[in-house]
Structure formats: C-alpha cells, structure tokens
C-alpha cells in the first residue's frame, strides 16, 4: 500500500510517501513544496493544489494522510494552515483517495511513543525507522513522512468487520500465513 503523507504549511508544504508491505516500511519520496513569499495566498494554495495534484498522478498513493489543524496563538496562522489543509484534501478528493486526518499529538506519540516528542525527536526517528541516511532532512519533510507512518500503523491495527472467513482473507490477503 502506497501512503501520501502531507504536512500542510503556507511557506512550506512537507510531503511524504511511504510503501506498506506488510510490517515493512519504504520510503518512496519525500520533499518539500516551497511556495514563494511574493505570492498572495490564493496563488500559494493553487500551488500546493497543483503540486499535490502532480505527486498523486506520478506516484499513485493507495490512501492520503495529512496532519489535523492545531490551536495556536496566532488565529490568522491557524486559519492559512486551514487553507492548506483544505487544498491539500481537496487534490485527494479529486484523485478519489482515501483521506484520514490525525493530530500532532498522536502523530508524534506513533512514531516516537510520546505525545510531547520534538521535531527533533520525530526527525531521528522517521530516519532510524525507514533508514534514511540523509540528515539534512527538513522538519516538514520528516514530519509529512511521520504523517504517513502514523496512518500505516492505524491501518495495520485496523480491522473491518468481516461477514465470514472468506470475505476476511479477500480483505486482507497479506494477514494470511501460507504454508
């Protein structure tokens, strides 16, 4: 299963995507949506839009992540990290990918196993754990990657009711051990 995780920001769009292969986890691309300080913000979110739009035709994610808007002192920030999130969504909506939304709290408390985590923190551990070997990785980059390896592990703890047996083995062929 392939995962498009998506730290949204208004200067910088933090973009991950990860490969789920049972409990195996490659990292695919990962990179930044650098939006210009000369443009208004209608014209930053047509680009992320279109960026977005761009990295899911080219990589085809099977589900689409993005972390949840936090409360800030700063309304007007949390209202254009709004915006972002909404075009964010919005570019997945479009491609007709399943979206899942999950807070800062409980991304950091997935990857790193407390709540309360650093984004330095985050970072050691989204390299240690998909062994990246760059370490001039970005915090928006390591965070939208953290995005993505939040939503896998809800996944893998997930499970849909099944009728019987046969409808549960269709559902997750992968869950199934083959002698």
Not at 87 to 106: K, Q
Not at 148 to 170: G, Y
């Amino acid at each position: 299963m392939i995962i498009l995780g998506v730290d949204p920001g208004t200067n910088y769009t933090g973009f991950g995507i990860i490969n789920q292969s049972k409990n195996n986890f490659n990292r695919i691309k990962n990179g930044l949506i650098k939006l210009p300080s000369t443009k208004l913000l209608p014209q930053k979110l047509e680009i992320i839009y279109n960026e977005l739009d761009k990295i899911i035709k080219t990589y085809k994610p099977d589900e689409f992540a993005i972390e949840t808007a936090f409360y800030g002192k700063n309304v007007q920030s949390a209202m254009k990290i709004g915006y972002a999130r909404g075009v964010s969504i919005l570019a997945a909506v479009h491609n007709n990918i399943p979206t899942s939304e999950y807070s800062p709290r409980e991304i950091k408390k997935s990857v790193v196993g407390t709540g309360a985590a650093s984004k330095e923190q985050v970072n050691y551990m989204i390299r240690t754990i998909l062994e990246i070997k760059n370490d001039k990785m970005r915090f928006d980059e390591s965070d939208a990657l953290a995005v993505a390896l939040c939503h896998a592990f809800r996944m893998r703890s997930f499970v849909k009711k099944s009728k019987d047996w046969k409808s549960f083995i269709e559902a997750y062929p992968e869950r199934v051990i083959k002698n």
